[in-house]
């Protein structure tokens, strides 16, 4: 079946650190790949997105790349900020989107 | 244009009631889905619908739990006789297209079940 591990938290890191979440899918095909994050109490966000093999999602200097050979898209960012705080999550499209389980990212100064 | 609204924000239910949530999709949209969030499970797919149409509910508990989006009108996610195991976040999200685009999300309704 089609299913998203994304590594658990929390992660807890110093404000311009380097940030990586891993995210490995399980799919049928070439589905699009996400990455969605949530503020404190609010809905969730579209942050990036890759449509195929080899593309590089990237906003807010966050990026992803579309691994087929490891069918990965791990999300990384050089410089962290306090704002960068919330739930990640990484998602595959099929009918609707099928997430992981979510990581928090908390970000001190 | 305005985005995915969701009402009630909150909703508390005793045991046995029923709740109904709203979703009105985003200007252009005719594609709603609906998530449930649980503390530590992340978001789980629930139903998908277009108008009119139930396209695919292979997320939806068997019993209890209904789904609709008529002609006219906000979608609704429906749970009759609540139990405290329903106390949840739901998010409704709407597309334009069924494909491979993005999801727009509401900022959800938080039910609670005394």
């Known amino acids: 079946g089609n299913s998203v591990t994304q590594m658990e938290g929390p992660v807890t890191l110093s404000e311009e650190a380097f940030l990586t979440i891993n995210c490995t899918y399980t799919?049928?095909?070439?589905?699009?790949l996400f990455w969605y994050v949530q503020y404190p109490g609010e809905g969730l966000q579209l942050l990036l997105k890759?449509?195929?093999?080899?593309d590089k999602g990237s906003n807010k200097g966050f990026e992803a790349t579309y691994r087929k050979e490891t069918t990965s898209f791990h999300l990384e960012k050089g410089s962290v900020q306090v704002s960068d705080s919330a739930v990640y999550f990484c998602?595959?499209?099929?009918?609707?989107?099928?997430f992981g389980k979510g990581t928090t990212l908390s970000v001190s100064s | 244009n305005a985005g995915v609204m969701q009402n009630p924000r909150h909703l508390v239910r005793r045991r046995g009631q029923e709740a109904r949530l709203r979703c009105s999709p985003m200007k252009g949209h005719s594609h709603v889905y609906w998530y449930r969030q649980l503390p530590e499970e992340g978001l789980k797919f629930m139903v998908y619908?277009?108008?009119?149409?139930?396209?695919?509910e292979s997320g939806m508990p068997k019993e209890r739990f209904s789904a609709e989006f008529p002609k006219e009108g906000p979608s609704i996610l429906r749970i009759q006789q609540v139990v405290r195991g329903d106390s949840a976040a739901y998010f409704c999200a709407s597309s334009p297209t069924d494909n491979t685009g993005e999801l727009f999300f509401g900022e959800g309704s938080r039910l609670t079940v005394l």
């Open positions: 619908l277009q108008k009119e149409n139930i396209i695919d």
């Open positions: 998602a595959l499209r099929r009918t609707a989107l099928i």
């Open positions: 890759a449509t195929k093999a080899d």
């Open positions: 799919a049928t095909g070439y589905p699009s």
